[in-house]
């Protein structure tokens, strides 16, 4: 079963100005238009972080420094599932790299590479969720909006979310 990325291509004016619909055209909306446009593309394709800098009057380089600032936004089509491995100071100490290779090498990612090529899972580094206390921690955005928090992350409960998930996709029981 092949799953495509929650992806389109930017295409006319009038989704544009759908999509900024009650925006007011500031800079300091400039987080909104881009939250925006993700929300629509499902990532932010160059031409729409273009979109959102000139709907808020900004130049493309300030958008594109927030765009990659944030770890919400992705330059990239994400999976229908996103897992993010926090990589800060204390899921870091406590072997999140270890944990994020695990996940590269199971998903079958080369270096660099981030979404599988079925489409339902990208893997990507996290900044801090601010519950350290659980370090390591992993957490996988759902298609439904909902989140799965994974605490004390080792290769053993991820593989078994992974597992979970592809069963779930292919229509089996969990
Ligand atoms: S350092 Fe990972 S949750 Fe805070």
Redesign the pocket.
């Known amino acids: 079963m092949s799953i495509k990325p929650r992806s389109k291509e930017p295409k006319t004016p009038l989704e544009e100005n759908n999509m900024f619909r009650g925006l007011k055209r500031a800079p300091h909306n400039l987080i909104e238009a881009l939250r925006r446009v993700q929300a629509r593309y499902g990532y932010l394709p160059p031409e729409g972080i273009k979109q959102a800098a000139e709907y808020v009057g900004v130049p493309f380089s300030q958008a594109y420094s927030v765009a990659t600032f944030y770890h919400q936004y992705s330059l990239e089509p994400v999976g229908k599932y996103r897992i993010l491995v ?7 100490l ?1 072997g ?1 790299d270890l944990n994020f290779e695990f996940l590269r090498m199971l998903l079958g990612l080369k270096e660099g590479q981030k979404t599988t090529k079925d489409g339902l899972f990208s893997l990507e580094v ?12 992993v957490v996988i955005e759902k298609p439904d909006g909902t989140r799965q928090i994974i605490g004390n992350a080792n290769a053993r409960v991820l593989r078994a979310a992974i597992i979970k998930y592809r069963r779930q996709e292919a229509g089996g029981n969990e």
């Open positions: 926090c990589m800060g100071t204390a899921c870091h406590r999140n996290a900044r801090c969720f601010g519950c350290c206390g659980l370090a390591p921690v």
